[in-house]
Structures are given as structure tokens and as C-alpha cells.
């Protein structure tokens, strides 16, 4: 069965799946996913309105293997991105009646390799360390929860002190990730905890972010702090948004 476009069928029927889709990120929003999702399942089943034109019950695997043929250039891991959206919207509408069947489980999907580990090596962790300012305890402790637990930036950014838990012998964080899903990990460096002790006794601070802002005077008494990326040395290596200590040789 050929795609058809939008110039071949009546505007109800593009404006059916058009108002589907509509729903379909309305439900997304209401189950909490984010913003960033949204945004790209809504450009994703956009192009498939644009190739389509028809309503979900008449998208079959023929048609979306047609589809799939129109973004063949692109890589793998953009190919995969747009089959999720794609499998995502119409398992939902199969649950919700609008389509007789779910044509996505009729075909294969894009295999991805598991991506190479990335980091930097001790050294270099080393001199990012012994660039930031001993007085800048704030960015000092950030870059540590980063470089040795692994951390993503906006999980450490989100850290709140009721997070942390330092009993002695089980010193762990309760991390927010993403998707909104908990996890703890372990702190088993003791050079981590000492400083974070050090750190909670310095700041006092009680029920807010671990790593919220200092206000501290610049050389030019403005009062702004420079950001940490001007404080680091300028090197050959590009520094990751995330470091995993597993991949520190």
C-alpha cells in the first residue's frame, strides 16, 4: 500500500491523526515526562503526519516501513529515536482503541551498539581539581560528585541536603534521575565524605540544594561568581558532561 499525502486526502482525515497525536502529548505532559521528550516525540510524529496524511488506523507496517525508507540517511541512533516516538504513540493509541492494531510489533527496530565508555584520566581529573580555587567549596564538591560517583551535572545540580546521608560505614546519596526514578549510591571515597562534612558544617545549610550557589565577592567586588568552566585550565582534552570513576585509567 503506497503513503499517501496530505494532498490526496480530505483535511478531516490529516487533522484526525494531527488531533491523536495531540492527545497522545497531552498524556505524555500529565505523566510527568519532560519538556526535552515532548518536544522531540512532537517533531518525530510530525514528519510522520507530513508523509502519512491518513488516519492511525490506516498506518500499517507497509507504510512505515516506506517511512523508515525516507530516513534511512540518518544515523542510527536518530533512526532509533524517531521508531521509539513512532512505537511509543501508536501503542498508546492501540490501548486507547483508536487503531485496530499495533503495526510497530510487526517489525524490526534499530539495534544499537551500547556506546563506548568516556572519561578522563586521573591526571587530568587531577588538574581540573587543582585549578578550582581551595575557597570555591561549592564548585570543588561539584566537580568530585561528578568525576568520582558519576553523576550527571543536573543530578548533582539537584541534590538536596536531606539527599545526603553520612552515618559512618553507609555514606550514600538518594539521587533524582532521570525519568524521575531514585537511586542511591554509595560515597566510598573518604576523601568525598570528609569533604562533605566540611563542606555541610561551612555552609550550615539545612533543606536546600547541596550545591546551591555562593555568594562570594569577585576580584572586582560585582559580587558575581565566574562560572566554573572559566576557573579550569585550558587543555587539549574536551571535558564530558559526564564522568563515570569506572573509566578513570
Known amino acids: 500500500m503506497a503513503p499517501q499525502t496530505g ?19 497531552t498524556d505524555m505532559a500529565h505523566a510527568n515526562r519532560s519538556v526535552h521528550t515532548r518536544r522531540a516525540y512532537a517533531s518525530d510524529l510530525g514528519s510522520l503526519i507530513r508523509f502519512h496524511g491518513g488516519p492511525a488506523s490506516s498506518i500499517t507496517p507497509e507504510i512505515l516501513r516506506s517511512f ?8 542510527p541512533a536518530s533512526r532509533a529515536r524517531k521508531e521509539a516516538a513512532i512505537a511509543s504513540f501508536l501503542a ?62 543536573g543530578e548533582a545540580l539537584s541534590l538536596q541536603i536531606e539527599d545526603v546521608d553520612l552515618a559512618r560505614d553507609d555514606e550514600h546519596l538518594s539521587v533524582l534521575g532521570k525519568g524521575g526514578r531514585r537511586r542511591t549510591v554509595l560515597i566510598d571515597g573518604d576523601g568525598l565524605v570528609v569533604q562533605l562534612r566540611a563542606y555541610l558544617r561551612h555552609t550550615g545549610y539545612r533543606r536546600v540544594p547541596l550545591c546551591r550557589a555562593e555568594s562570594r565577592p569577585t576580584s572586582t567586588g560585582s559580587g558575581t561568581v565566574p562560572p566554573l568552566a572559566s576557573t579550569l585550565p585550558s587543555t587539549s582534552c574536551a571535558i564530558p558532561t559526564r564522568w563515570r570513576s569506572s573509566t578513570l585509567a
Do not use: C
Not at 523508515?68 to 544515523?75: E, Q, V
Not at 587543582?130 to 550527571?152: Q, S
Open 7 to 25: 494532498a490526496h486526502v480530505s483535511l478531516s482525515q490529516e487533522r484526525a491523526l494531527a488531533t491523536l497525536v495531540a492527545d497522545f502529548l
Open 68 to 75: 523508515f525508507a525516507t530516513i534511512a540517511h540518518l544515523a
Open 92 to 153: 498508546w493509541a492501540y490501548r486507547h482503541g483508536h487503531v485496530p492494531a499495533d503495526p510497530t510489533r510487526r517489525l524490526d527496530r534499530v539495534h544499537l551498539d551500547p556506546p563506548a565508555p568516556r572519561g578522563l584520566r586521573t591526571g587530568e581529573v587531577a588538574a581540573i581539581l587543582a585549578a578550582i580555587p581551595a575557597h570555591h567549596r561549592r564548585d570543588r564538591l561539584l566537580f568530585r560528585l561528578i568525576a568520582e560517583l558519576g553523576l550527571r551535572v
